[in-house]
T-cell receptor, first 114, second 111 residues
Framework: DGGITQSPKYLFRKEGQNVTLSCEQN?????MYWYRQDPGQGLRLIYY???????QKGDIAEGYSVSREKKESFPLTVTSAQKNPTAFYLC?????????????FGEGSRLTVL | GNSVTQMEGPVTLSEEAFLTINCTYT??????LFWYVQYPGEGLQLLLK?????DKGSNKGFEATYRKETTSFHLEKGSVQVSDSAVYFC??????????FGTGTSLTVIP
């Protein structure tokens, strides 16, 4: 079945460690996104990519990094520079790079810093 | 700029009650509007969408009409069920494929 796969679903990290969250899509979508969700808050955009080998910072990019080496993959690294990384992370993709295409979401990855 | 404001929750309703969740937006140009639903521990799923003024999106008994004159996209359902308990997000997309989300409204339906 077509969709977006995020892994791992749950991740625990010690302070000072970098972690990488995986996001893979087989929908042949051009655009991919990473959002952060905190309890009681909406979604905040971390990074997005409209095309392979190109990506842009969102509203809260500090302490995060991404790569887009393949169309289907958009991994997110949470670095030790992120001061408060405990959150629910959502990856999404969209079939269009401009216009009114909808977002398709993965099931999310919950990161907890111990 | 672009932004979405939606009704704050939480909202608690009895089964079979009428639901309205208000959503208003600010946008340049002609955005598309969406309602997404999130069940506990899961990602967001598209519930319905409308791409131009006066369009009505509908799905699973939920409806919302794109009102350009009032810049609104209120979500309604005539008779809610316990299974509708979730968090609902209003969103818009504009040129450049940028998406803007409201803060979400938590709905709990009690039997």
């Amino acid at each position: 079945d077509g969709g977006i796969t995020q892994s791992p679903k749950y991740l625990f990290r010690k302070e000072g460690q970098n972690v990488t969250l995986s996001c893979e899509q087989n929908l042949n979508h051009d655009a991919m996104y990473w959002y952060r969700q905190d309890p009681g808050q909406g979604l905040r955009l971390i990074y997005y990519s409209q095309i392979v080998n190109d990506f842009q910072k969102g509203d809260i990019a500090e302490g995060y990094s991404v790569s887009r080496e393949k169309k289907e993959s958009f991994p997110l690294t949470v670095t030790s520079a992120q001061k408060n990384p405990t959150a629910f992370y959502l990856c999404a993709s969209s079939p269009r790079t401009s216009g009114s295409g909808e977002l398709f979401f993965g099931e999310g990855s919950r990161l907890t810093v111990l | 700029g672009n932004s979405v404001t939606q009704m704050e929750g939480p909202v608690t309703l009895s089964e079979e009650a009428f639901l309205t969740i208000n959503c208003t937006y600010t946008a340049t140009g002609y955005p598309s509007l969406f309602w997404y639903v999130q069940y506990p521990g899961e990602g967001l799923q598209l519930l319905l969408k409308a791409t131009k003024a006066d369009d009505k999106g509908s799905n699973k008994g939920f409806e919302a009409t794109y009102r350009k004159e009032t810049t609104s996209f209120h979500l309604e359902k005539g008779s809610v069920q316990v299974s509708d308990s979730a968090v609902y997000f209003c969103a818009l997309s504009n040129t450049g494929n940028q998406f803007y989300f409201g803060t979400g409204t938590s709905l709990t339906v009690i039997p």
